[in-house]
């Protein structure tokens, strides 16, 4: 009877430190490896850089409460915002009353920052993306927000749509999706311009 259950525990015990080996060391070296070399900027979480000083990720947003800068998306993430750990929605359907709150009360805070802002408030600054973590805004988001920034910082509005104009993506490949801003890009180029520039 032991002899029977040894013959079987055996080849098992190899074939467990067998794939153990394979899979848990030699694949994730590999790949970690191939990435190094090939993609060694993404494989390093693509940081954004402020000098030597890293400030970001070029594909995790950030939350921006000062009025000095643009605002991204809101993000559904918790415990805090644009947590990487739990990418997620919020779930809750576009006619849940909880949803319809958290909107409302977003549209009314950026009145509040801007009240001389008329007009509708533009999608994207009143709800999450899927994963939460968005780090873009539609160029309209960003039009919205240029009254508010340009006034906190003395600037002129003129320069300052010039200033989104240049950091607004295309679509990819030229086909794919929408134009779109990358709030730490341009609040990054915001921080860079010459004091008294207008």
Same mark, same amino acid.
């Given at each position: 009877?032991?002899?029977e259950?040894?013959?079987?525990?055996?080849?098992?015990?190899?074939?467990?430190?067998?794939l153990?080996v394979?899979?848990?060391?030699?694949?994730?070296?590999?790949?970690?490896?191939?990435?190094?070399v090939?993609?060694?900027?993404?494989?390093n979480?693509s940081l954004l850089?402020?000098?030597?000083?890293p400030?970001?990720?070029e594909?995790?947003?950030? &939350?921006?409460?000062? /009025?000095r800068?643009?605002w991204?998306? &809101?993000s559904?993430t918790?415990p805090?915002?644009?947590?990487a750990?739990?990418?997620?929605?919020s779930?809750?359907? &576009?006619?849940?009353?909880?949803?319809?709150?958290?909107v409302?009360?977003?549209?009314?805070?950026?009145?509040?920052?801007?009240?001389e802002?008329?007009?509708?408030? /533009?999608?994207?600054?009143?709800?999450?993306s899927?994963?939460?973590?968005?780090?873009?805004?539609? &160029?309209?988001?960003a039009?919205?927000q240029?009254?508010?920034?340009?006034q906190a910082?003395?600037?002129d509005?003129d320069?300052?749509?010039?200033?989104?104009?240049?950091?607004?993506?295309?679509?990819?490949?030229g086909c794919?999706?929408?134009?779109?801003?990358?709030?730490?890009?341009?609040?990054?180029?915001?921080?860079a311009?010459? /004091?008294?520039?207008?």
């Amino acid at each position: 009877m032991f002899r029977e259950a040894l013959a079987q525990f055996l080849p098992s015990l190899r074939a467990l430190i067998v794939l153990t080996v394979l899979t848990g060391v030699l694949y994730p070296m590999a790949v970690t490896g191939v990435a190094q070399v090939l993609f060694p900027w993404q494989a390093n979480g693509s940081l954004l850089m402020d000098g030597e000083k890293p400030v970001g990720s070029e594909w995790i947003g950030q &939350p921006f409460k000062d /009025p000095r800068y643009f605002w991204g998306r &809101p993000s559904a993430t918790g415990p805090f915002e644009y947590n990487a750990g739990a990418s997620a929605g919020s779930n809750l359907g &576009p006619t849940h009353p909880g949803f319809l709150k958290t909107v409302a009360d977003r549209v009314q805070a950026l009145h509040a920052a801007d009240p001389e802002r008329a007009g509708p408030v /533009p999608v994207d600054l009143v709800t999450a993306s899927g994963s939460g973590l968005d780090p873009h805004i539609n &160029p309209a988001a960003a039009e919205f927000q240029v009254h508010r920034v340009a006034q906190a910082r003395g600037m002129d509005e003129d320069a300052l749509r010039a200033l989104v104009a240049s950091c607004t993506e295309g679509r990819q490949f030229g086909c794919l999706g929408e134009a779109r801003v990358h709030v730490l890009k341009l609040n990054l180029a915001l921080d860079a311009r010459k /004091p008294g520039a207008r």
